[in-house]
C-alpha cells in the first residue's frame, strides 16, 4: 500500500462523513462539549452573580472592623492601590423630638456607602421604594418607619441627635449590610457621617464601631490586605462574606459545590455517549480496515490514518461544542433575567477550557480505544463477519477512559471526595450490570415462549456488550434520579433549615422584674415567645487549672466573655452527645460540642469562669450539639440551676412577629425601655431569598442535566442499532411477523431498563448519602420512592427508546435491509 500522505486521513474523514458513518461520534462529541461548555458558562455566571448579591450583606467586598479610627495611611494606601472606600460609624444613642425621647440605633456613612448592593428609601410614608445608590446628604437624616409614631414625627420634621438637629428626609426600607446587627438595639437611623463631629455623642470611653468598606480588582483587593494584615492590632479585624456572613457563604459554598457535581456528572454522561457512539464506529469499519490490511496496511499505517481522522473530529466537534454551548447559555440567561437578583457578569475563559478539556478527554479517552482495537482486525473477520463481542483487550478502554474523566472531573469540581464519590457509583454500576446481566442471560424467561424467547436470545448474543448497556443507561438514570431526589428532598431540606415562622425578633436585657410583665404582654398579643433564659456575662480564665491565656492557641473563646446562663430543661433543638443532663441535684456545665472540639475539652474537664471579678469553677457535666438554625437563643455554656444565682442577671428571648404585626414593636418598647428589641426580619429575608437564588440556580443547571441523561440513552441504544436490523431482517425473512418484533423490542429494552434502574437507585441512593452528609451538611434518610421510579423509570426510558430506536428494523423492507447492511 503506498505511503500515507497527511492529506490522506482529511480525505478519509470526508468521505465518511459523506456517507454518514461518523455522524454519531460527531454528534456525541458536540453534545458532550456543548452540554459541559453550557454548564460552566451558566455555572461560571450564576456564581459570580451569587456573589455579588451576597457581598451585598457586607456593602462591600471586605471589611476591617475597628473599636477605634484606623491610621490614615492604611486608607491613603488603599486609594494608591486604586481601590473603592467608604466608611460607617455605628453606636447606640438616645434621639428626641420634643418631649418624645426614643432609644436607637445609629448608623453614619460616608459619600459612596454601600460600595455593593443598594439602598431602599422612600420620601414619604405613602411613596413607593426607591432604589439609591448612596446615603442621605449632610444635615439630613433617615429613619426606619416605626420610629416616626415613636417619636410623632413627620417628614421634614427636625430631629435631635446629640447636639446636632438634623432634619428627617427620608424612611429606611432596606441597607445591605442590616445584618451586622451588634448595635443594631432598636430602630435604624441612618445619617451622613459629614454630621457625625456636630453631634458631639463620641466621647472616650463611649461604644462605637466603624467600619472601613474595600471593594476593586480581586488581584488589588488581595495584595493591598496582604499588605495590611501583618499592621492589624487586637482591635482591628478584616471581615470577609465567609466570616461576616457564614450562613449564606455555606449557601453558597453548598450552591457551588452541586453546580460542580452537576458539571462532573454532565462529563461522565458525555463520556459515555462518546464511548458507545465509537465503539459502532469502529465496528463498522472492521470491514474496511481488514481490507487495508489484506492490501498491505500495516497496524501502525491504520492508526496514524484513523487517529488523523480523530483529531480532526474532535478540534472540528469541540469548536462547534463551545460554539453552541455558549450560544446556549446565553440565551439561557437573557430568558431568566427577571429571576436573576443582579445582572450575571460575562463569564471568563474558564468554562471555554473546561469545554475543550472535555472535547479532546471524551475523544481521546472512550473514543481512542476502540480503534487500537480496530488496528489489530483479523482481515478474516471479512469472511465471519464476527465483530460484536468485545476483543480480550479491550480492558484499555476500561482504563484510559475512566482514568481521563477521573481527572478531568476532579480538575472540574475541585473536590477529591465527590470525584472518587462519582467513580465509586460508576464502579458499583458496572460490576452491578455484569451480575444482573448474567442473572438475565441464565434465567428461564425463555419458556413463557414467543417474543419473550427472541428477547432473551438477543439478549445472550450480545451479554457482554449489554454490560456496557445497563451501566451505559444506569449511569444516565443514576444522574436524573440523583438530580430529581436532590431538588425535591435535600434542597426542600436545605431550605426548611430556616423555618418559616422562625423567630425574627431577640429581646435582651430583660430585668427580673419586667419578666411577668413582658411575658404576659407577649400572651395577651398572641405571640409564642421562646423560654426566658438568664444571662450573665463571664470569661473562661483556666482550664483543667491552666491559665487560658497560657495556651498556644487562643481561640476567640478564650479572649471575649461569654454568655452564660442555666436551665432545668434542654431545649428542643438540643442534643446530648456525651455525658448526661442534669436532675436537681447535680452541678456542672454543659459545653457545646464544636467549642469543645475547639478548646480541646472532655467530659470531667475543670472550667474556671471570671464574672463581675469573683470567679466559679465547675467541672464539664455534657457535650452538646445545637441548632444554630432554630433562631432561638443558644449558648455555648449551659449550667446547672443554682450554680450562677449568686450573680445579677438579665434574661433573653425571642419570638416570631408577622410583617403585619410589626408596630407591636413600638408598643413593647414603650412599656419596657429598658428592653433592647433586636430586630432579624429582614436579615432573615435576606438569607431565605438568598437560598431561593441557589435553588433557582440549581434547578437550571438540573434541567440541562436531565437533556443529557436522555440523550445518552437514545446515543446507547443506537450503538447497537446495525446487528439489531440484520436480526429483524432475517426473522421476518423466515416468517416472523412485525408485531412480533415489536414485542420482543419492547420486553429485552424493558428487562434492560428495569436492571439498569434498580442499579441507578442504588447509585442514587449512594449519591444521595454523600450529597446529605458532606454537601448539605444534612442527615441521611433512605429515599424508599426512589426504588420504585428507578426501575419503572428505567423500564419506561429505556424500553421506548430502544424500541423507537430500532423501530425501523421491523419497518423497512427485509431484503433492503440486508442489501443495506451486506
Known amino acids: 500500500m503506498a505511503a500515507t500522505t497527511p492529506m490522506l486521513p482529511l480525505k478519509l474523514l470526508g468521505r465518511d462523513w ?63 492601590r486604586g481601590l473603592q472606600q467608604a466608611e460607617t460609624v455605628s453606636f447606640a444613642s438616645m434621639l428626641s423630638a420634643g418631649d418624645q425621647f426614643q432609644f436607637a440605633a445609629v448608623k453614619a456613612v460616608s459619600p459612596g456607602y454601600p460600595l455593593v448592593g443598594h439602598l431602599e428609601m422612600r420620601p414619604a410614608p405613602d411613596a413607593s421604594r426607591t432604589v439609591v445608590r448612596q446615603g ?32 428627617v428626609s427620608g424612611l429606611l426600607d432596606h441597607e445591605p449590610d442590616r445584618s451586622d446587627n451588634l448595635f443594631a438595639m432598636g430602630a435604624r437611623v441612618l445619617m451622613n457621617v459629614a454630621d457625625l463631629p456636630a453631634t458631639n455623642i463620641i466621647q472616650p470611653g463611649s461604644r462605637v464601631r466603624y467600619r472601613y468598606l474595600f471593594a476593586g480588582d480581586d488581584v488589588a483587593l488581595a495584595r493591598y490586605f496582604d499588605w495590611l494584615e501583618p499592621r492589624l492590632t487586637e482591635h482591628q479585624r478584616v471581615i470577609d462574606l465567609r466570616e461576616g456572613q457564614p450562613r449564606v457563604a455555606s449557601a453558597l459554598d453548598r450552591a457551588e459545590s452541586f453546580l ?15 464511548g458507545l457512539a465509537s465503539r459502532r464506529y469502529s465496528l463498522r469499519h472492521t470491514a474496511y480496515v481488514a481490507v487495508m490490511k489484506s492490501l498491505g496496511a500495516g497496524r501502525a499505517k491504520v492508526l496514524q490514518i484513523y487517529i488523523g481522522q480523530l483529531v480532526a473530529l474532535a478540534f472540528c466537534a469541540t469548536a462547534a461544542g463551545l460554539l453552541i454551548g455558549s450560544l446556549v447559555q446565553a440565551q439561557a440567561v437573557t430568558l431568566m433575567a427577571d429571576f436573576f437578583p443582579v445582572d450575571p457578569p460575562p463569564s471568563g475563559w474558564s468554562p471555554l477550557l473546561v469545554g475543550l478539556a472535555t472535547g479532546f478527554a471524551c475523544a481521546f479517552g472512550f473514543a481512542l480505544p476502540p480503534l487500537f482495537r480496530l488496528a489489530r482486525t483479523d482481515p478474516m473477520q471479512t469472511l465471519r463477519r464476527d465483530w460484536s463481542n468485545p476483543d480480550r483487550r479491550e480492558w484499555l478502554g476500561l482504563v484510559l477512559g475512566p482514568t481521563s474523566m ?147 492557641e487562643q481561640a476567640g473563646a478564650l479572649r471575649r466573655e461569654l454568655n452564660l446562663s442555666w436551665t432545668e430543661n434542654l431545649a428542643p433543638d438540643n442534643r446530648i452527645l456525651a455525658g448526661k443532663w442534669w436532675d436537681e441535684a447535680d452541678e456542672g456545665v454543659s459545653v457545646e460540642v464544636e467549642l469543645a472540639a475547639r478548646l480541646g475539652l472532655a467530659l470531667g474537664d475543670r472550667l474556671r469562669f471570671s464574672i463581675g471579678g469573683l470567679e466559679v469553677e465547675t467541672h464539664i457535666a455534657s457535650l452538646r450539639s445545637l441548632d444554630w438554625n432554630s433562631m432561638r437563643p443558644n449558648f455555648y455554656m ?134 446529605a452528609t458532606r454537601v448539605f451538611e444534612l442527615p441521611f434518610t433512605m429515599h424508599p420512592l426512589l426504588w420504585l421510579l428507578g426501575p419503572l423509570a428505567g423500564a419506561l426510558l429505556v424500553g421506548v427508546a430502544g424500541t423507537l430506536a430500532c423501530r425501523s428494523s421491523v419497518s423497512q423492507p427485509p431484503l433492503k435491509v440486508l442489501r443495506e447492511l451486506a
Open 18 to 80: 459523506r456517507g454518514g458513518e461518523l455522524a454519531l461520534i460527531a454528534t456525541a462529541l458536540v453534545l458532550a462539549v456543548a452540554c459541559v461548555t453550557a454548564i460552566a458558562h451558566f455555572s461560571d455566571r450564576l456564581t459570580r452573580a451569587m456573589h455579588i448579591q451576597s457581598q451585598s450583606f457586607l456593602a462591600a467586598e471586605r471589611v476591617v472592623r475597628s473599636s477605634k479610627p484606623v491610621d490614615k495611611g492604611w486608607l491613603e494606601e488603599a486609594r494608591a
Open 136 to 167: 442621605p446628604p449632610a444635615r439630613e437624616v433617615w429613619l426606619e418607619p416605626r420610629l416616626l409614631p415613636l417619636l410623632n414625627l413627620d417628614i421634614g420634621d427636625s430631629l435631635q441627635i446629640g447636639e446636632a438637629a438634623l432634619t
Open 260 to 274: 460542580f457535581l452537576a458539571g462532573s456528572l454532565a462529563v461522565l454522561l458525555a463520556s459515555v455517549a462518546v
Open 406 to 552: 477521573l481527572l478531568l472531573i476532579w480538575w472540574l469540581s475541585g473536590s477529591l471526595p465527590i470525584t472518587l464519590a462519582l467513580f465509586a457509583g460508576m464502579a458499583l454500576l458496572v460490576g452491578g450490570s455484569a451480575l444482573v446481566n448474567l442473572l438475565l442471560v441464565r434465567g428461564r424467561l425463555a419458556s413463557l415462549g414467543g417474543p419473550w424467547r427472541i428477547a432473551l436470545g438477543s439478549l445472550q448474543r450480545r451479554a457482554a456488550f449489554n454490560t456496557l448497556l445497563i451501566a451505559a443507561f444506569g449511569t444516565g438514570l443514576l444522574a436524573m434520579l440523583s438530580l430529581v431526589f436532590a431538588r425535591t428532598t435535600l434542597i426542600d431540606e436545605w431550605r426548611m433549615q430556616l423555618p418559616e415562622n422562625a423567630p425574627n425578633h431577640f429581646l435582651i436585657n430583660i430585668a427580673p422584674h419586667d419578666v411577668q410583665g413582658l411575658q404576659s404582654l407577649l400572651d395577651e398579643n398572641g405571640v409564642q415567645a421562646t423560654e426566658l433564659y438568664p444571662m450573665v456575662r463571664g470569661r473562661l480564665v483556666a482550664i483543667n487549672g491552666v491559665p487560658a491565656k497560657e495556651r498556644k
Open 638 to 771: 449551659l449550667f446547672a440551676p443554682g450554680t450562677l444565682d449568686d450573680f445579677p442577671a438579665t434574661y433573653i428571648t425571642s419570638f416570631y412577629l408577622p410583617p403585619e404585626r410589626k408596630l407591636l414593636v413600638n408598643d413593647l418598647v414603650r412599656e419596657f425601655p429598658s428592653v433592647s428589641v433586636i430586630e432579624l426580619d429582614k436579615i432573615i429575608q435576606r438569607i431565605r431569598e438568598t437560598i431561593d437564588q441557589v435553588s433557582l440556580a440549581i434547578e437550571s443547571v438540573m434541567a440541562l442535566m436531565l437533556v443529557a441523561g436522555v440523550l445518552v440513552l437514545i446515543s446507547g441504544v443506537r450503538a447497537s442499532i446495525t446487528e439489531r436490523l440484520q436480526e429483524a431482517a432475517i426473522i421476518r425473512t423466515l416468517g416472523g411477523r412485525r408485531t412480533l418484533l415489536l414485542q420482543s423490542l419492547v420486553i429485552e429494552f424493558g428487562l434492560l431498563g428495569i436492571a439498569a434502574g434498580l442499579l441507578a437507585a442504588i447509585g442514587a441512593e449512594a449519591t444521595l448519602a454523600v450529597l
